[in-house]
């Protein structure tokens, strides 16, 4: 395992001009604003917004990802080519295990995160490819932009990969990540969080999500996770503790299931495009 790259780096760590200086109060403002004019427009009838906003004003740094242009096909083909490939050779069971990648353990809280990834109807997808990356338990990635005073963990990368079961499940050991400071407003702070990418059959077929901790007091304070306005849509992405996951003396378990498609399905972050 290596550590985090730009492509997998947490991009909240991105500051646009100017944002440092909102207080978290505005903040709030200003998402508390959006929110209400959603519960208006659903009163009047409007659709459900189980999506994030790809302009969401709290989040600053937003600006900075959505599509300014058209988009346009590629050729999948072509980009295989300079693609990793994955499958069963190459995905080790070991790998689902952050807690003994190196020689010693890991500092914080051990825990086990299980789910079935499930279609629409409910059916589990087989042999899917499902990666995780975090900050240790001090709320740090292993990364050159993560320079926020916070100790790194000499035991701990934060990188790991399974393939579901026949059945659509996964599970992974790893330590609990602790919540961290970013830059898109005074004193902000983003929620304790792991990240999941999910490949289909294809390199190209990516999808990119995160999971949270049930009870986190950071939520109403956090523009990303508020800039899905369905509060329905934003309670798929936290995960349940499950006693009968936890381990003796062990790890405390959670159960999070991933649904790709339908109306329950779990929200995915936008496909990077040429800008």
Known sequence: MKPL??????????VVSGAAADTQESISRQIGDIHRAYAAERAAGGP???QPRLDFAPYRSSILRHPTKDLHHVDPETIELFSPAFGHRDVHELEADLTIQHNGEPMGERIKVTGRVLDGQGRPVRNQ?????????????IHKRDQHPAPLDPNFTGVGRTL???????EFTTIKPG?????NHTNAWRPAHIHF???GTDFTQRMITQMYFPGDPLFGLDPIYQSITDQNA????????DHNVTTHEWATGYRWDIVLTGSNR???EEEDTDQ
């Not at 790259?5 to 991105?14: I, L, T």
């Not at 579901?164 to 996964?170: A, C, E, K």
């Not at 934003?234 to 349940?240: F, G, I």
């Open 179 to 183: 919540p961290y400071p970013w830059k």
């Open 197 to 199: 990418s999910l490949f």
């Open 129 to 141: 490819l499902v990666e995780i990356w975090q900050a240790n338990s001090a709320g740090r990635y």
């Open 48 to 50: 459900e917004a189980t």
């Open 164 to 170: 579901t079961t026949d059945d659509g499940w996964y």
């Open 234 to 241: 934003r309670d798929r992405l936290v995960a349940t503790y």
């Open 266 to 268: 779990t929200w995915m």
């Open 5 to 14: 790259d730009d492509e997998n780096f947490d991009d909240s760590h991105v």
